[in-house]
C-alpha cells in the first residue's frame, strides 16, 4: 500500500507542476488527474461490508 501511495502523490504532483507551466497555464489549458484506485467512501465500506457477510455465511474466506 505504500508504493501505491506513493505513486499516487509523485503522479499528483508531477500533473500540478505540469498544469503550473507558463506554456500550460497562459493559454487556459485544465488538466485533469484521475488516480486509480478505490477510495473509502460510504459506498464502498457498505459493499464491502455486504461481500464480508455474504462471505461469512457461505464459509468462503476473504483476502
Do not use: E, W
Not at 499528483?12 to 498544469?19: E, K, Y
Not at 507551466?21 to 487556459?28: F, G, P
Not at 467512501?41 to 457461505?58: L, P
Amino acid at each position: 500500500m505504500g508504493l501505491s501511495n506513493g505513486a499516487r502523490s509523485g503522479l499528483t504532483g508531477f500533473v500540478a507542476g505540469l498544469a503550473r507551466t507558463s506554456k500550460l497555464a497562459s493559454n487556459n489549458v485544465t488538466i485533469n488527474n484521475l488516480l486509480p484506485g478505490t477510495y473509502d467512501t460510504d459506498r464502498i465500506a457498505t459493499m464491502m461490508q455486504g461481500v464480508s457477510q455474504k462471505n461469512r455465511s457461505s464459509g468462503q474466506r476473504t483476502a
